[in-house]
Structures are given as structure tokens and as C-alpha cells.
């Protein structure tokens, strides 16, 4: 049975284990942007023995590139990216504890496995109403790698951000159950 919940982000791993895949969100507090060429970014700085570019422990990474944003707005259009990109990365991120990934279509079996391990979700961000996402941004912040424009990281304050848990922290997937529904 699909449940309505208001999460306040950082998301604490107490919290992601309640959460069912169909449940929908509304999540309010800080979300960082991060496509796969900041994802690729971070994790060659750990490499180096750098530090990660901000707190990643029960973080929230939305997997999107902000447009910029026009005079009064704190942000463009945000619409979530294709979250196969980060596949090669979301092992690593989960390992360091993040507890939540927002974007779109499917996602690798290795990223399951760590989201299971680690205690993460998935959360389904609807593509092509970037628009409409970003009315629920407050707060926009570049706060790493600006020479990669669009896929710098941003630290966002959102309210009321909605989705849909498509994976929860036990590895059930709409993915899965909800084509079988309907493969007739």
C-alpha cells in the first residue's frame, strides 16, 4: 500500500528504512546536484586523497544539471538525468553514506546491491517537467567545479520537492513489479 511522506534532507538511514518503492515524497532541506562528470570529479579527488566537496553522509544527490536561472529565480529548469550515468560512481557515494539518489530510468544491479548493503534509496523525479521541479528550489549554490557548467555541483534548499521511492532500501523496484502488471 503506496504511503505519503515529508522528508526533511539529510535523509538519516532510521528514515530510508521505512520508505516501500510506490511510496511518494515531498522532500524538504538540502539536495546536491551531481552528474556523472562532477561524479567522476569527486571520486578521482578521493583518489588523490582530497575531500569530497561537501558533507556526504545521509546526503540526497539529484542527478541533474540546473539550467541557469533568469533575474529573480534562483534556478533554471532541473530536470533529473538519465541515472544510468552515475552507475560507475553510486557504489562508491553509497559506501561513503549517501542515503538517497533522485533522477530517472533504470539503474544497474551493482547499484542496487550497494543501495541494499548501505541502506539508500532511489527516488523517481518525473523527466521533461524541469520546470516544474524547480519551483521547488529555494536556494541555489554552486559550491563545486563551476568550469563544468551545467554539471557543477549545486547545493540546493528545496521545499516540498516531489517523487516517487521507484527503489527502496530492501532492493523492491517498480522497475520490475510494475512492468510485470501490465506485460499482458
Avoid: Q, W
Avoid at 156 to 164: A, E, Q, S, Y
Amino acid at each position: 500500500m503506496r504511503k505519503d511522506f515529508k522528508l526533511s534532507a539529510p535523509l538519516d538511514k532510521d528514515t530510508v528504512s521505512i520508505l516501500d518503492a510506490g511510496d511518494s515524497v515531498l522532500i524538504s532541506g538540502t539536495v546536491y546536484t551531481a552528474r556523472d562528470a562532477a561524479h567522476k570529479k569527486m571520486i578521482e579527488g578521493l583518489n588523490e586523497g582530497n575531500n569530497l566537496p561537501f558533507d556526504i553522509k545521509n546526503s540526497v544527490i539529484y542527478f541533474a544539471g540546473p539550467a541557469p536561472a533568469k533575474k529573480g529565480e534562483p534556478i533554471g529548469s532541473v530536470g533529473p538525468t538519465t541515472s544510468y550515468r552515475m552507475d560507475a560512481y553510486s557504489p562508491i557515494t553509497l559506501k561513503l553514506g549517501v542515503s538517497a539518489f533522485i533522477g530517472k530510468g533504470k539503474i544497474s544491479k551493482d547499484v542496487i546491491d550497494a543501495m541494499i548493503k548501505y541502506k539508500a534509496v532511489y527516488i523517481g523525479a518525473i523527466g521533461g517537467a524541469g520546470a516544474l521541479l524547480s519551483s521547488h528550489v529555494i536556494e541555489n549554490e554552486v559550491i563545486a567545479y563551476p568550469e563544468l557548467g551545467a554539471e557543477a555541483v549545486h547545493k540546493l534548499t528545496v521545499k516540498d520537492f516531489p517523487g516517487i521511492v521507484v527503489i527502496d532500501s530492501r532492493g523492491n523496484n517498480l522497475y520490475e513489479t510494475e512492468y510485470l502488471k501490465y506485460k499482458k
